[in-house]
């Protein structure tokens, strides 16, 4: 099964200790996937690209604290569904890894045949993921952006003695005049609030 969008081929980082698993993964993901293959290294960094990747796939013998805080930073800077696979678990970093970004943690399970369908259900996951990430900050500005009309609204009620009603109606035919949104009007009102008579 191939991940295309559309006509769209996902973008693979591959990064593996072993020099066989690389060449095999590499192999086998390239005819559905475009894969880019960066060096193994103590901590992750992600190569500069004109495109950002989709999909980051890490296969290790084991990762530890500093090399997943690398993974987090990279992940903050440039969000992509993460996979990492490794053999052993020592420092039993799966939770944490989760809460640095990697979407897909699989502890000595690795097996070629199986990459193919992890990648897909890990995009899917991450797809997801992104758009509760996106919905929750738009609620966020929203509520936002209530309270500060809510404020402006009140500014308005207590300095000119309008009703509710009246007050909203002001800020929004002052939005209209000044081709802004309400929530403009109401942070510029609430910072001169002021020097208002």
Request: glycine letters at 2%.
């Amino acid at each position: 099964m191939s991940l295309e969008s559309g006509g769209r081929v996902f973008r693979v980082l591959l990064v593996a200790s072993d020099d066989q698993v690389q060449t095999n993964l590499r192999e086998a993901l390239s005819t559905h996937y475009r894969v880019e293959v960066a060096p193994d290294a103590p901590v992750f960094t992600i190569p500069s690209a004109a495109q950002p990747f989709d999909i980051i796939l890490i296969v290790r013998e084991a990762i530890d604290a500093t090399y997943l805080n690398s993974v987090r930073e990279c992940f903050e800077a440039s969000p992509s569904a993460v996979v990492v696979f490794v053999r052993q678990d020592p420092a039993k970093l799966a939770t944490n890894a989760i809460r640095a970004g990697v979407t897909s943690y699989v502890v000595d399970g690795y097996e070629l045949n199986r990459v193919p369908t992890v990648l897909e259900l890990s995009l899917e996951r991450f797809k997801l993921q992104q758009a509760l990430q996106d919905e929750l900050q738009k609620s966020q500005e929203e509520l936002a952006a209530r309270k500060v009309i809510e404020r402006a609204k009140g500014l308005l009620m207590e300095k000119k003695d309008l009703n509710e009603q009246d007050a909203y109606r002001s800020l929004r035919e002052l939005a209209m005049r000044q081709s802004k949104s309400i929530r403009e009007v109401s942070e510029t009102l609430i910072l001169y609030s002021d020097v208002l008579p």
